[in-house]
């Protein structure tokens, strides 16, 4: 009840919970809060909603699990999400690469995938009042904000997916 995440839950029609994502979100959590810390140490204000992707299943994640552990016992192939990043002249292209590169290294370079949303910075608190109840999202959560621009950035083992000029574009509400 305590923990700060929001997760889903099936039941059955006698109220017994059959199925729920709580182990795995408490384990994204950690990466979120990494991601999150790595991105307000270069200046950019953000939230994150991550998950691991991995096409084998490895079993049941134990709740309580540390991210090291979960990487070293799960073997995701990637994590992949949502970024809300909040308007700021500050947000640059190499603010943003450094970030998910510390976050990548931390990871033991697994690959890091996002879908990143930049949010007006009169609105942003309001999105993320709402973006922080949510268990999941998907792009068509966004189609009724007021967005300055969206991209992907992925960090793989030797390559970013977009330069540093044009995340700066991009992160400045540019195409």
């Known amino acids: 009840m305590d923990s ?8 059955d029609t006698k109220g017994k919970i059959i199925a729920d994502n709580y182990a795995g979100v408490l384990v994204s959590k950690q990466l979120e809060d990494m991601l999150n810390s790595n991105l307000e140490s270069e200046g ?3 939230k994150s909603l991550m998950i691991a992707f991995s096409t084998i299943d490895t ?4 709740v309580g ?47 890091l995938r996002a879908n990143i949303w930049v949010i007006p910075e009169e609105s942003y608190d309001e999105v993320i009042e709402d973006f922080s109840r949510l268990p999941e999202v998907s792009n068509s959560w966004f189609e009724d904000k007021n967005t300055l621009s969206n991209f ?10 977009l330069s540093e000029h044009e995340l700066d574009q991009l992160l400045q509400g540019g195409e």
């Not at 700060?4 to 039941?11: D, E, L, P, Q």
């Not at 699990?65 to 190499?94: C, M, Q, R, W």
């Open 44 to 46: 950019i204000t953000a």
């Open 59 to 62: 079993g049941e994640i134990e």
């Open 152 to 161: 992907k950035f992925s960090v793989k083992k030797d390559s970013v997916n």
């Open 4 to 11: 700060g995440v929001v997760f889903s839950a099936k039941m």
């Open 65 to 111: 699990i540390s991210l090291d552990d979960y990487i070293a016992k799960h073997k995701p192939e990637f994590f992949g999400g949502y970024i809300v990043v909040k308007e700021s002249p500050n947000n640059t292209g190499v603010a943003l690469t450094n970030a998910f590169q510390r976050t990548f290294n931390d990871i033991q370079n697994i690959d």
